[in-house]
T-cell receptor, first 110, second 113 residues
Framework: TQLLEQSPQFLSIQEGENLTVYCNSSSVFSSLQWYRQEPGEGPVLLVTVVTGGEVKKLKRLTFQFGDARKDSSLHITAAQPGDTGLYLCAGDFGNEKLTFGTGTRLTIIP | KAGVTQTPRYLIKTRGQQVTLSCSPISGHRSVSWYQQTPGQGLQFLFEYFSETQRNKGNFPGRFSGRQFSNSRSEMNVSTLELGDSALYLC????????????FGAGTRLSVL
């Protein structure tokens, strides 16, 4: 069974600070998606990373795929209250479905 | 373009009852997947339907079933409800399948008393 562990589970920081959340697996995944879920809504796709070592930027968000394709990180610069939400990674382990991580619940304090 | 619509948004049932949840995907999407989200287990895959056929299934008991209609709308049924079935049930649609971009609905919050 492939597992995706996300850390930290909870994170609460002040507006303007930087943060990094992690997604780790013991197995290699073909690709990895990051989603953000806000209260009362379903997850919304932020990015898909496919190539080991790949880095993608989405405004203040930087996503990195580990060289061995077993881990990924999401770095947010100068966090804003609008970044508050549940961040989920989802890995494709080549078994025709996505496996979601446990999630990081992020709260940005104004 | 309308998004994924799930109905109802909230449901309260008692143990032993059954429930049917509905999902209308984005127009043109043929793949519909269902997920169960709980605080303890996170987001877990239930099953995927593509062109009216179940294409993939997660590790849930047979009490959880689904179907897809010719217009791609999908329903999920849970029979003999248990307290542990209380969760947010999310539906996601995609043009090709679960490994492509999935668009999620807002979910149905099911409470079993």
């Amino acid at each position: 069974t492939q597992l995706l562990e996300q850390s930290p589970q909870f994170l609460s920081i002040q507006e303007g600070e930087n943060l990094t959340v992690y997604c780790n697996s013991s197995s290699v995944f073909s690709s990895l998606q990051w989603y953000r879920q806000e209260p009362g809504e379903g997850p919304v796709l932020l990015v898909t990373v496919v190539t080991g070592g790949e880095v993608k930027k989405l405004k203040r968000l930087t996503f990195q795929f580990g060289d061995a394709r077993k881990d990924s990180s999401l770095h947010i610069t100068a966090a804003q209250p609008g970044d508050t939400g549940l961040y989920l990674c989802a890995g494709d382990f080549g078994n025709e479905k996505l496996t979601f991580g446990t999630g990081t619940r992020l709260t940005i304090i104004p | 373009k309308a998004g994924v619509t799930q109905t109802p948004r909230y449901l309260i049932k008692t143990r032993g009852q059954q429930v049917t949840l509905s999902c209308s995907p984005i127009s043109g999407h043929r793949s519909v997947s269902w997920y169960q989200q709980t605080p303890g287990q996170g987001l877990q895959f239930l099953f995927e339907y593509f062109s009216e056929t179940q294409r993939n299934k997660g590790n849930f008991p047979g009490r959880f079933s689904g179907r897809q209609f010719s217009n791609s709308r999908s329903e999920m049924n849970v029979s003999t409800l248990e307290l542990g079935d209380s969760a947010l049930y999310l539906c996601a649609s995609s043009s090709q399948g679960t490994k492509n971009i999935q668009y999620f609905g807002a979910g149905t919050r099911l409470s079993v008393l």
